[in-house]
Nanobody, 113 residues
Framework: QVQLVESGGGLVQPGGSLRLSCATS????????MDWYRQAPGKQRELVAR???????NYADSVKGRFTISRDNAKNTVYLQMNSLKPEDTAVYYC???????WGQGTQVTVSS
């Protein structure tokens, strides 16, 4: 059974930082490209970052230069380091396995003064 468990969200002030983690099981992690998505209330789910099996990364323009996606194949875990956070980053953040239609519970990130 595929399992995705996101953690690390919380309430931070603008300009602050958070590090999100996604622990996976039930997949051959090293053979999967991994994504982070986010969804704000009333809005479509948005692809934020992607990391390939080789470690290549891509980012949405809105987060480029502020967010960093990384992976630890030994721990079957993907991370999202978020710096210089803005109120517009407020959303539920989800990790995702490329080509899988599966979503975990997500983790809430709120950026507010």
């Amino acid at each position: 059974q595929v399992q995705l468990v996101e953690s690390g969200g919380g309430l931070v002030q603008p300009g602050g930082s958070l590090r999100l983690s996604c622990a996976t099981s039930g997949i051959i992690f090293r053979l999967k490209s991994m994504d982070w998505y986010r969804q704000a209330p009333g809005k479509q789910r948005e692809l934020v970052a992607r990391i390939s099996t080789a470690g290549n990364t891509n980012y949405a323009d809105s987060v480029k230069g502020r967010f960093t996606i990384s992976r630890d194949n030994a721990k079957n875990t993907v991370y999202l380091q978020m710096n210089s956070l803005k109120p517009e980053d407020t959303a539920v953040y989800y990790c995702h396995i490329l080509s899988y239609d599966y979503w975990g519970q997500g983790t809430q990130v709120t950026v507010s003064s």
